[in-house]
């Protein structure tokens, strides 16, 4: 089956700075790929997400790459808040097949 | 509320009890899904509807786990005589589509610990 690795498991950054989360896949059927935010104390929360067509796709302050050939994407944050604390999750799903496969998750910590 | 709701928050079950979480999506959400996330870890998939049909239980861990969606809306997640190791909490997402991967929706989730 499918598996994503995910790196680093915590990242702490000034606030202004970049952040930046990479993930890796092993089944190359594996086509769509998003990423969560998860506060504590909920559920994880869609912030963006790209099919295997895309090589890059942005949304204001954050974007997300991805590798198809090395089998791995990354999610970038630039301006960072304080707000964007929490943890990160990658996912990995392929056509067929519904199931997500999470990564182990990234906690980020904006200093002020 | 619009977003996906699940009841209880929080449960406390004795060892050996049987346990039922409830998950209603989105209304007209096709596809469902359950998840459990053990404290510090990635959410890990359970089961997945399409309306009231269980495409997908490849996940469910033992035959103690039981899901349904009879209606093709809200769905029940039942755990039969729990043990320690069931202690995690149960996320249940929705998402509008049955085919494409669309985007999903979570809810809080239920914490259940098994004492």
């Known amino acids: 089956g499918e598996n994503v690795e995910q790196h680093p498991s915590t990242l702490s950054v000034q606030e202004g700075d970049s952040a930046v989360i990479k993930c890796t896949y092993s089944d190359s059927a594996s086509n769509y790929f998003p990423w969560y935010k998860q506060e504590l104390g909920k559920g994880p929360q869609l912030i963006i997400d790209i099919r295997s067509n895309v090589g890059e796709k942005k949304d204001q302050r954050i974007a997300v790459t991805l590798n198809k050939t090395a089998k791995h994407f990354s999610l970038h944050i630039t301006e960072t808040q304080p707000e964007d604390s929490a943890v990160y999750f990658c996912a990995a799903s392929k056509a067929g097949r519904r199931a997500l496969t999470f990564g182990s998750g990234t906690r980020l910590q904006v200093q002020p | 509320g619009a977003g996906v709701s699940q009841s209880p928050r929080y449960k406390v079950a004795k060892r050996g009890q049987d346990v039922a979480l409830r998950c209603d999506p989105i209304?007209?959400?096709?596809?469902l899904f359950w998840y459990q996330q053990a404290l510090g870890q990635g959410p890990e998939f359970l089961t997945y509807f399409q309306n009231e049909a269980q495409l997908d239980k490849s996940g469910l861990p033992s035959d103690r786990f039981f899901a349904e969606r009879p209606e093709g809306s809200v769905s029940t997640l039942k755990i039969q005589r729990t043990q320690q190791e069931d202690s995690a909490v149960y996320l249940c997402?929705?998402?509008?589509?049955?085919?494409?991967?669309?985007?999903?929706?979570f809810g809080q989730g239920t914490r259940l610990t098994v004492v």
């Open positions: 209304s007209g959400h096709v596809s």
């Open positions: 997402a929705s998402s509008l589509g049955g085919q494409l991967n669309t985007e999903a929706f």
